[in-house]
């Protein structure tokens, strides 16, 4: 890695060995902000040895240490603390907090864990390593994507506004909001990793993908939607990474990444022995499945030749009869994960927020600068520079900049202007940003 090279291995064994599980009540808390940290540099650290075909020790580490169930774990917690918690902070009048940041790192941590699930689960031996939190993944990345169709069903994500919101805590739920979209696409790539490894899941898990939530027929239907894909303004844009992009007319028949890890896991679901003797092919899953004759063109097969083998198998299930739902009594894990987080702390949401205005996002100027030098030593520019190499984006019209905050370093813009009219929205950041800096 050289000089890009932000964890030494002992490092990198330190922190992957020091994960672990937090309660509701104590995201935000000291030790808490320490694993977050923790994980954004485990993220990094990662996306860098995978964009360059390095080994990848981390990886090899979380599998080692047996730490993908612990990461499942706290990805599940925060999603149920935004779900249960966040919105009751939101709710307080009187919780007015100098600076948001604090409670933006825990809405964001289930953006950092599912970043490093996605980067790591390319590799089997990880979805091996998960064991029983499997199943728990599962129901999280339909949760995920169900969410995905529906909102895509009610004129697609929510959009980034010029617009300056008096309330910080109203602006926040924007952010959060804006996050969510992201974490459903990470979330899809994850599930597709996952259906790679179709052929050694345990039953309980096939019959949760195909059974319970009847995946093929979800997959079917986010292509059908295809909500990281829009028209605006005559131009097709699609989501890439964490911005929309207007595709080229010469490139708009190229197959998106989004697009293909769907056509992936339609694959590995509908055509894999072990998944095919479990799935039940009912008259609904046979109509929604035949929707996708009419996407198989001679353009996606140039592209996707294995799915020849789809078409040919479509072509098949049209004349087959169709199967009445299966009976059997079978015995089946469940996931466990999300229903003892809500059994541990039914009836205690507003107690845990309470706790937490108090006690954790309330903090002192002296501990927000001491936060704001951890924050600037962990997003090392250079890093994340590596991270995303593609060129810039202003923080205010998304066009190319070539223009940082001459305060803070940390905002990109394509002109003054665009500066100017973005102050507002990034003067509290910067202002505690250069803050850190100076702590140094």
């Given at each position: 890695m050289g000089d890009l090279e932000l964890l030494l291995p002992g490092e990198a064994d330190v922190l992957v060995r020091g994960l672990r599980s937090f309660p509701l009540r104590e995201m935000g808390s000291e030790g808490w902000n320490q694993q977050h940290e923790n994980v954004e540099k485990l993220n990094m650290q990662a996306i860098l040895n995978a964009t360059v075909s390095q080994d990848e020790p981390i990886q090899e580490l979380l599998v080692t240490h047996g730490k993908i169930p612990?990461?499942?774990?706290?990805?599940?917690?925060?999603?149920?603390?935004?779900?249960?918690?966040?919105?009751?902070?939101?709710?307080?009048?009187?919780?007015?907090?100098?600076?948001?940041?604090?409670?933006?790192?825990?809405?964001?941590?289930?953006?950092?864990?599912?970043?490093?699930?996605?980067?790591?689960?390319?590799?089997?031996?990880?979805?091996e390593s998960a064991e029983?939190?499997?199943?728990?993944?599962?129901?999280?990345?339909?949760?995920?994507?169900?969410?995905?169709?529906?909102?895509?069903?009610?004129?697609?994500?929510?959009?980034?506004?010029?617009?300056?919101?008096?309330?910080?805590?109203?602006?926040?739920?924007?952010?959060?909001?804006?996050?969510?979209?992201?974490?459903?696409?990470?979330?899809?790539?994850?599930?597709?990793?996952?259906?790679?490894?179709?052929?050694?899941?345990?039953?309980?898990?096939?019959?949760?993908?195909?059974?319970?939530?009847?995946?093929?027929?979800?997959?079917?239907?986010?292509?059908?939607?295809?909500?990281?894909?829009?028209?605006?303004?005559?131009k097709l844009q699609q989501f890439d990474g964490s911005r929309w992009r207007i595709v080229a007319p010469s490139e708009q028949q190229k197959l998106s990444k989004l697009d293909g890890q769907v056509w992936i896991a339609l694959y590995n679901l509908l055509l894999s022995p072990e998944a095919q003797?479990?799935?039940?092919?009912?008259?609904?899953?046979?109509?929604?499945?035949?929707?996708?004759?009419?996407?198989?063109?001679?353009?996606?097969?140039?592209?996707?030749?294995?799915?020849?083998?789809?078409?040919?198998?479509?072509?098949?299930?049209?004349?087959?009869?169709?199967?009445?739902?299966?009976?059997?009594?079978?015995?089946e894990q469940i996931p466990e994960i999300w229903e003892r987080l809500e059994r541990e702390n039914r009836g205690k949401w507003q107690a845990i927020a309470k706790h937490q205005l108090r006690h954790v996002f309330s903090p002192s100027e002296q501990d927000l600068r001491l936060q704001a030098q951890r924050w600037a030593e962990t997003y090392r520019l250079d890093v994340l520079e590596a991270v995303a190499p593609e060129r810039p984006r202003c923080a205010y019209c998304s066009a190319e900049a070539s223009k940082r905050c001459s305060r803070c370093q940390n905002e990109w813009y394509c002109c003054r202007e665009c500066q100017v009219k973005h102050w507002e929205k990034h003067r509290k950041t910067c202002v505690l940003a250069a803050q850190g800096d100076r702590a140094k």
């Amino acid at each position: 890695m050289g000089d890009l090279e932000l964890l030494l291995p002992g490092e990198a064994d330190v922190l992957v060995r020091g994960l672990r599980s937090f309660p509701l009540r104590e995201m935000g808390s000291e030790g808490w902000n320490q694993q977050h940290e923790n994980v954004e540099k485990l993220n990094m650290q990662a996306i860098l040895n995978a964009t360059v075909s390095q080994d990848e020790p981390i990886q090899e580490l979380l599998v080692t240490h047996g730490k993908i169930p612990t990461l499942v774990e706290e990805l599940i917690a925060v999603e149920m603390w935004k779900q249960k918690v966040f919105p009751v902070l939101c709710r307080v009048e009187d919780f007015k907090p100098q600076n948001t940041f604090p409670i933006y790192m825990v809405v964001r941590h289930e953006a950092s864990i599912i970043n490093l699930l996605e980067t790591v689960f390319f590799h089997k031996e990880v979805c091996e390593s998960a064991e029983d939190t499997v199943l728990d993944l599962v129901d999280y990345c339909h949760r995920k994507l169900t969410l995905l169709v529906a909102r895509s069903g009610c004129g697609g994500p929510p959009e980034e506004e010029g617009s300056q919101d008096n309330n910080p805590m109203q602006a926040l739920q924007k952010q959060a909001e804006l996050m969510e979209f992201e974490i459903a696409l990470k979330a899809l790539s994850v599930l597709r990793y996952i259906t790679d490894c179709v052929d050694s899941l345990s039953l309980s898990t096939l019959s949760r993908m195909l059974s319970t939530h009847n995946l093929p027929c979800l997959l079917v239907e986010l292509l059908e939607h295809s909500p990281w894909s829009r028209w605006e303004g005559g131009k097709l844009q699609q989501f890439d990474g964490s911005r929309w992009r207007i595709v080229a007319p010469s490139e708009q028949q190229k197959l998106s990444k989004l697009d293909g890890q769907v056509w992936i896991a339609l694959y590995n679901l509908l055509l894999s022995p072990e998944a095919q003797a479990r799935y039940c092919l009912t008259s609904f899953a046979k109509g929604h499945l035949l929707k996708l004759r009419a996407f198989l063109t001679d353009t996606l097969l140039d592209q996707l030749p294995n799915l020849a083998h789809l078409q040919s198998f479509l072509a098949h299930l049209a004349l087959a009869e169709t199967q009445p739902p299966k009976k059997d009594l079978v015995l089946e894990q469940i996931p466990e994960i999300w229903e003892r987080l809500e059994r541990e702390n039914r009836g205690k949401w507003q107690a845990i927020a309470k706790h937490q205005l108090r006690h954790v996002f309330s903090p002192s100027e002296q501990d927000l600068r001491l936060q704001a030098q951890r924050w600037a030593e962990t997003y090392r520019l250079d890093v994340l520079e590596a991270v995303a190499p593609e060129r810039p984006r202003c923080a205010y019209c998304s066009a190319e900049a070539s223009k940082r905050c001459s305060r803070c370093q940390n905002e990109w813009y394509c002109c003054r202007e665009c500066q100017v009219k973005h102050w507002e929205k990034h003067r509290k950041t910067c202002v505690l940003a250069a803050q850190g800096d100076r702590a140094k």
